[in-house]
């Protein structure tokens, strides 16, 4: 995979827009997503074209730590459609839990403000869906982990042939639900596009969320389709759940791809 991926920094490096090392971005634009998700829309500060990505690569950021001293870089995914304007993040604020601290690199960017600068490189990462395949997708996600599924349901739509899309995510409760509004539209505005929510709190409110956390065998039927390509994002023991539930519906692990978010060593056994 280290080959893999290095091989595509370089085809990323002599693409159009392309380039190697860091490159100065300015926060162009701030959109609070949830309470705990903001988005943020950057654009090179030399106003000149930037590279391609494909849907769910990252890119890497480096911003200045106070309390640190210097810059520490950190990856996130796109989590919009390619464009030759900008790129967008989506950035949970991570507080701190127990023995784990503030996340110094997120609560930095929080802070941020609109016209602040940070150093970006170019777009990379072997997890994402290739725009020109035909296979129906079925993405699952937890938590911020809808970032690169954002950017996948994004390009469908901007796409002629609109794959068949199931999205299947997880967070604690509506509040922390990241591009709630934007998603129920999609859901609501096109046929190729089903998405189920589950929360663990349920709102007092009407709402169309399954109570608890995702079970997949709830939803087999919706999900089991022919050549579907499956993608799964969130924390590590997240992704261990919902791999195991797929192949124990008869899933063909060459068709399951993941990425984790956080720290831990990701283990399916």
């Avoid at 802070?111 to 990379?124: L, Y």
């Avoid at 349920?202 to 608890?212: F, K, Q, R, V, Y």
């Avoid at 992704?239 to 060593?265: C, D, H, M, T």
Wanted: with cysteine; proline share 4%; aromatic share 10%.
């Amino acid at each position: 995979m280290i080959s893999i991926e290095a091989e595509m920094y370089q085809k990323t490096i002599n693409k159009k827009g392309g380039w190697k090392g860091w490159r100065t971005f300015i926060i162009s634009k701030i959109v609070k997503e949830s309470d705990e998700i903001n988005s943020f829309y950057l654009r090179p500060e030399d106003n000149k074209e930037i590279a391609d990505f494909y849907p769910g690569q990252y890119i890497s950021v480096s911003t200045f730590i106070p309390e640190l001293g210097h810059k520490q870089p950190r990856q996130y995914s796109l989590s919009s459609y390619s464009n030759t304007e900008y790129y967008r993040i989506s950035v949970k604020k991570e507080i701190s839990q127990n023995t784990t601290p503030d996340g110094i690199v997120s609560n930095a960017l929080h802070n941020k403000k609109e016209g602040d600068v940070i150093e970006v490189s170019a777009p990379a990462g072997v997890f994402f869906a290739d725009p020109k395949s035909k296979n129906p997708l079925v993405l699952v996600s937890g938590g911020v982990g809808l970032t690169p599924m954002m950017s996948m349901v994004e390009t469908n739509k901007n796409s002629l042939q609109k794959n068949r899309t199931v999205w299947i995510h997880s967070c604690r409760n509506e509040n922390v639900h990241a591009f709630k509004d934007t998603i129920e539209e999609l859901n609501n505005e096109n046929e190729w596009l089903t998405s189920f929510v589950f929360y663990e709190t349920l709102p007092e409110s009407e709402t169309n969320a399954i109570e608890g956390r995702i079970d997949l065998h709830q939803i087999k039927e919706e999900i089991l389709i022919e050549d579907a390509k499956y993608y799964i994002c969130g924390p590590a023991i997240f992704i261990k759940v919902q791999y195991q539930s797929l192949v124990a519906l008869g899933v063909n692990r060459e068709n399951i791809l993941y990425e984790e978010f956080g720290p831990q060593l990701l283990s399916l056994n």
